[in-house]
């Protein structure tokens, strides 16, 4: 089994005169312990084509040291990145089964080989507190990096170079930044490659085939995402290929998350499903269907098939919570045990159903297809067109879709009706999104207006499982002579949440009109 490590560290370029200054002096450190030197080994594994590189992923056999063993980097987040490690075992050649599987949404199919070797002279230094805990570790490294031919004829490149990482033990980000300010006072450089791996696969990475960048990229100041603007007359398939190419990449980032246990992994799986198959049915003027309607129905299955598992995991956490906010004098019987037995249950299957359903050949081959599309979209001739005016239309049409939709629940009392709005609210939500790097505040608007009225068509559509859970677990708790009044009464707020949320729909819905009206003009 693997065990997960957080890695918060800087590394920095030196050269061979470089000399490492007193990291005593950094506050909080009274003491620098004598350094101590490892030899390292370590093959490097992935597809032919770089997969895990260009995901900035890296897989690694490592001899020597101590932490010794099969380790993948995960990509970093807020400055950390998590590193699963597993033991050596016997494998050389290739990675075990076990290994690979956090990364197979990345892997897919194909082989992973080796492609690189590094051999590094490491000497490490620890930095200490008063209380004797080490705060970081300072490691100089000497390494020489091979990349092994990528194919017959071709010769291995070696790269050498030295460097030094600081990552953090028992110590703070204010002391890591205390560490980098010494040493870039001593000479060093902040490193130019994020990995060893990158720096000596820079020649294969150059030329390693790219998705276009995605509409969303970089970040602000405060660390959100800033769109990325295209000109209004960039052609209509440029910018498409763009959004698809940033929403395979969500689904790609998504998957790793629920292959490697992350919180809210399967909700975010279905949030991609759902976009990529908004923009192939909203984007069909610029796409050739024929080629992309079967991708849209891969891509709800894969929904369909994590559905029970996300719902059930959002029903019985709102139920907690219900439970929680009532009077004690109100919640009688084991409530809050069989609300917590259900959430054990459904984390379990979920799981297992989320990983069935993420293992299928059929999503494997479909996450190829996703990005055959990407690198070579099927465009048709309206994809020659400018962007704003091919975003306008189909905005547009959308909208136009979701009016009819409200139109029909206006003549109905079934409760699919508000559903089948809700969808259509989804489908507009994404296409106008697609569209606000090319036609920005004015639809800026309309997302935020479609936001707000999915919220309360989302709190009406959960209690439509919410309700017949709390009938499940009463008719339990009544089998095993339990009171079941807190059940009756959970179905009653879970009813009237579902009234409530019709009606903010309906009081809602004429601003949204009014801002649809406003974006078709």
Known sequence: MAVEHVEIERKFDVDEAFELPDLGGAPGVV????????????????????????????????????????????????????????PLGRATKTPPKAVLEPVLGIVRRAPAAQVASLRTRRVVSELVADDGRVLAEVADDHVTGTALPAAPGEAAVVTTWREVEVELVAGDEQLLSDVAGL?????????????KLTRVLAHRLADAAAPPAPAQAGKTKKGKKK???HAPGTPAGEVVRAALAAQVGAL??????????????????????????????????VLDR???????????????????SRDGE?????????????????????????????????????????????????????????????EEPPLTEAAGRPADEVLHEVVARTGRRLRR????????????????????AK??????????PVLGAPVVELVSALKSVQEVLGDRQDTFITRPLCLQLGRAAFAAGENTFTWGRLHALEEARCEQAERDFWLRWPELRSVLKSRST
């Open 252 to 285: 790609q980032d998504a998957d790793l998350m629920v292959r490697t246990g992350q919180p809210d992994g399967v909700h975010q799986v279905r949030v991609a499903c759902r976009r990529l198959r908004s923009t192939l049915a909203a984007f069909r003027p």
């Open 183 to 195: 040493l870039v006072a001593a000479g060093a450089q902040p490193a130019s490659s994020p990995a």
């Open 227 to 229: 769109k990325h603007r």
């Open 290 to 308: 024929t080629q992309t309607d079967p991708l849209r129905e891969e891509l709800a299955r894969v929904g369909s098939a994590l559905s029970p």
């Open 427 to 436: 489908r507009l939500r994404y296409t106008a999104e697609a569209a606000v």
């Open 31 to 86: 003491e620098v312990r004598e350094p101590v030197e490892h030899a390292l080994e370590a093959a490097y594994y992935d597809t032919a084509d770089l997969r895990l590189a260009r995901a900035r992923v890296t897989m690694r056999r490592r001899t020597g040291g101590p932490d010794a063993g099969w380790h993948v980097k995960l990509p970093a987040a807020a400055g950390a990145r998590r590193e699963l490690q597993s």
């Open 405 to 424: 939709s409200v139109e029909a629940a206006q003549d109905t009392d079934s409760p699919e009706a508000l559903h089948d709005v809700r969808k259509a």
């Open 314 to 374: 959002v029903a019985v956490a709102h139920l907690r919570e219900l439970v929680d906010a009532e009077p004690a004098e109100l919640v009688l019987g084991p409530v809050v045990a069989r609300l917590q037995q259900e959430a054990v249950r459904d984390e379990q299957a979920g799981d297992a159903q989320a990983r069935k359903a993420l293992n299928a050949p059929a999503y494997l081959q479909l996450r190829d297809d996703l990005d055959a599309l990407v």
